[in-house]
């Protein structure tokens, strides 16, 4: 299952909670910003606990339409919202149905965040980058260990280096 521990939806589903905390302009900019993504949300009656987009003059049930992935982002979403409540974060396989880029995206809009630990799993190496973290940041489990990336190597690291293409090329001794 796609489920979470921690923070409850304090009684209602994501859509509600975003219609609730008058937070649909906010969700589109997140979804735009993250993913490319543009969708034409309905003005919310008074009764409505969902989302409804505008497509070709139609109201359609957010729920509806979006895919597995932009279900993960409405999740991460009112999770971001909820973070500055919490002082550790961690999400396993957080990319699981993302694409390298939105990944990416999403690791660097987490970041931002203050005053939180955030810890990401993954099995995408893309996201191994000099770019993304220093190298002493990521930390390989393999076996019932878990070794800093940096410690796994007798080469010096540089910020120039392709961490991801030495990673790859097996520079890093597992």
Known sequence: DRD???FDLMGSNIHEYIIRENLINEFTEFLKNVSGQVYD?????????????LIG???IEFSR???TGTSSLTL????????????????DEFDAFYH????QNI???????????????????????????????????????????????????????NIEKMYRGKTFGL
């Open 57 to 59: 003059g139609s109201r």
């Open 107 to 161: 690791v660097r809009n987490l970041f931002k965040t203050q005053g939180v630990q955030i810890v990401l799993s993954t099995h995408s190496t893309s996201l191994i980058s000099n770019e993304m973290l220093r190298p002493d940041c990521y930390y390989i489990i393999s076996d019932n260990h878990i070794k800093a990336l940096n410690k796994l190597t007798q080469k010096e690291l540089r910020e120039y280096h």
């Open 4 to 6: 979470f521990i921690g």
């Open 65 to 67: 339409i979006q895919s």
């Open 41 to 53: 949300f309905s003005p919310t009656q008074s009764e409505d606990d969902r989302l409804w987009c």
């Open 76 to 91: 991460l979403f009112f999770w971001i919202q909820r973070i500055a409540y919490a002082s550790f974060v961690f999400i």
């Open 100 to 103: 390298f880029e939105l990944g």
